[in-house]
């Protein structure tokens, strides 16, 4: 089954900066998306990354604050923007593979101070 | 997008079979049937999917009521290893605008006794 890479693991970042998280997969999936977990709470999906076009998000999410990028197959980046202490969760990256099923990212801890 | 109901928690005693319920009324016929588990501090793990017939692999089975309203994990022989987040999410098949997208709900928190 496929295996995805995620990284940073976590980080510290100041508010007003950006960070750039990186979701690799080791094999081909058909979809991937971005999701983010708030602390105690369930996952909520950010966007759909189209590979070579523009992420589809959800409602509550736009691209200035979530670009999306997805260049290849295997490959997807999430950058948060602008960020503030309510940007501070945990993002995870996700990928359909082509049995059916989906394999996650062990997830980017972020903390915005 | 369809929604699924569980119950917020259930509790286990080791080496005993686990039975996890979800309700999913308004399901439609090109939804698949999908259960992944979150331990602490990792994504989420995929468990088993299904979309009619009652499926096994070596991790559980999914049992799908006749008129897939309703569908129960069931892990034979539970381990404190198995205690988790278990999500029970509908994804629409090929053709729906949803086609691919899982959306969680808050799952049933599994606790095993030792």
């Known amino acids: 089954s496929a295996v995805i890479s995620q990284k940073p693991s976590r980080d510290i970042c100041q508010r007003g900066t950006s960070l750039t998280i990186q979701c690799q997969v080791d094999?081909?999936?058909?979809?991937m998306f971005w999701y983010r977990q708030q602390p105690g709470q369930s996952l909520t999906l950010i966007a759909t990354a189209n590979q070579g076009s523009e992420a589809t998000y959800e409602s509550g999410f736009v691209i200035d604050k979530f670009p999306i990028s997805r260049p290849n197959l295997t490959f997807s980046t999430l950058t948060v923007s602008n960020m503030s202490p309510e940007d501070s969760s945990i993002y995870l990256c996700?990928?359909?593979?082509?049995?059916?099923?989906?394999?996650f990212g062990s997830g980017t801890r972020l903390t915005v101070v | 997008d369809a929604k699924t109901t569980q119950p917020n928690s259930m509790e286990s005693n080791e080496e005993e079979p686990v039975h996890l319920p979800c309700n999913h009324s308004?399901?439609?016929?090109?939804?698949?049937i999908h259960w992944y588990r979150q331990l602490p501090s990792q994504g989420p793990e995929y468990v088993i999917h299904?979309?009619?017939s009652n499926v096994n692999n070596r991790m559980a089975s999914l049992a799908i009521a006749e008129d897939r309203k309703s569908s129960t994990l069931i892990l034979h022989r539970a381990t404190l290893r198995d205690a988790a987040v278990y999500y029970c999410i509908l994804s629409l098949g090929v053709g729906g605008t949803s086609y691919g997208k899982l959306t969680f709900g808050q799952g049933t928190i599994l606790t095993v006794h030792p």
């Open positions: 308004t399901i439609s016929g090109t939804d698949y």
């Open positions: 996700s990928g359909l593979r082509q049995g059916g099923g989906y394999t």
């Open positions: 094999s081909q999936v058909t979809m």
């Open positions: 299904g979309l009619t």
